[in-house]
C-alpha cells in the first residue's frame, strides 16, 4: 500500500521519504519504521530512504523535521488572526487549526505522540524536537501579547496545554470516536482565553 500518497505535487524526495515515515508512525508505531518500510510506503525504489537518510536516527530527525513543517502549515498564514481583531479573531484561529488536525491530519498527531516519546530516549532528536517545538510556540506568545495578554508566555502555555489535551483526547483517548464540531471548539477556546485576557 502506498502511504505516503505520492500523487500530492511539488514534494522533493526527501519530503516523499519523509512523509511516508510519518504515515508509517501513525499507522504502524515505532517498529514499523524501517528504510525499507518506507520505501515501499513511498513507491520508491530499494535504497531510497538510505539515500536521504542513511541512519535510523537521521531517519526519525527527517520526519521530526518534516512534521514541524506540515504542523505549521495547518494554518495558512492568509488565516492568521489579524491582531486588531481581539480576542474573536484568535478564538477562531485556534479552533480552525484544531479541527483540522482533528479531522484531516489525525496521522499527525499519532506520528507526533510516537515521536516525542522517543526523543525522551534520544537526546539528540531531543534537542531538534525542542528546538522546532519553539518555533511553534512563538506565534502564540506573539498572539497573546498581541490580545493584551500581561503574562503572553503563560498564557500561551495555557493555551497550547488545552489544545493539546484536546487534541489527543480526541485522537488517543478517552474521546478517540468523538470529534467535536469547530463551533464546539471555538465555545471552548473562547471561554479559555476570555478567562485569561478578560473582553
Known sequence: MNTARPGRPGRSRAELVADAAIALLAERGLRGLTHRAVDEAAGLPP????NVARTRAALLEAAVRRHA????ELLAPDEMPDPAGG????????ALALHRSLTRHRELALARYELALEAN????????YDALGLDIRAP???????????EPERHAMSALAWYEGMLFSCVAGQYHTEVPE?????AGFAELLRGMLGG
Open 69 to 72: 513543517q506540515r504542523e505549521t
Open 182 to 186: 469547530q463551533a464546539r471548539l471555538r
Open 47 to 50: 535504497g531510497s530512504t538510505s
Open 140 to 150: 502564540f506568545v506573539a498572539l497573546m501579547t498581541a490580545a493584551g495578554s500581561a
Open 87 to 94: 480576542l474573536d479573531a484568535l478564538t477562531d484561529a485556534l
Open 121 to 128: 530516549r534520544r537526546p539528540e532528536l531531543r534537542a531538534v
